[in-house]
């Protein structure tokens, strides 16, 4: 399976758009995740295991050069994770949404139309925020960046 678009890059107070393509290989023993961007005439990559792609965009982000922050769904406080399972390219925006744990999602999910929330896993909007550890996002990406 692969995907492509562009993703936004936040360089020296810019955002910029670069080509990306994400290749999701799955197989009997092992699953894996690629995802591949260009800066500046240069490809960097991020590879995972994880069929939500939370460790292919931490690994990506740490590629890259220190001053190009990855800006997208998957890296935004809002960018929450399908708690009943990993779907690729599969995220909630939960901008609207007050959630402090897993039971908060589930809870959510029973009350909105999911269709109205469903973004792209590189997707990316005007609201877009920064993960952070104050405030609890249904998604693991900061675990994988962090360590």
């Known amino acids: 399976m692969e995907f492509k678009g562009f993703l936004k890059l936040y360089v020296g107070g810019e955002l910029i758009a670069a080509p990306i393509v994400i290749m999701h290989k799955e197989s009997e023993n092992e699953d894996e995740v690629v995802i591949r961007t260009e800066y500046q005439e240069k490809t960097y990559s991020g590879i995972g295991k994880n069929l939500d792609w939370t460790d292919a965009f931490a690994n990506l982000q740490k590629a890259l050069p220190d001053d190009v922050k990855i800006h997208c769904c ?9 708690p009943y399972g990993c779907i690729p390219n599969y995220i909630l925006c939960s901008e609207n949404a007050a959630i402090k744990s897993k039971s908060d999602v589930i809870d959510w999910l029973d ?3 999911e269709n109205s929330i469903k973004r792209s896993s590189f997707g990316y909007c005007e609201k877009y925020c920064s993960a952070n550890e104050n405030d609890y996002t249904y998604n693991d990406y900061l675990d994988y960046l962090n360590h």
Request: hydrophobic letters at 25%; a positive charge; one cysteine or more.
């Open 74 to 82: 998957m890296t935004c406080r809002y960018g929450t994770l399908c």
């Open 111 to 113: 009350k909105v139309d």
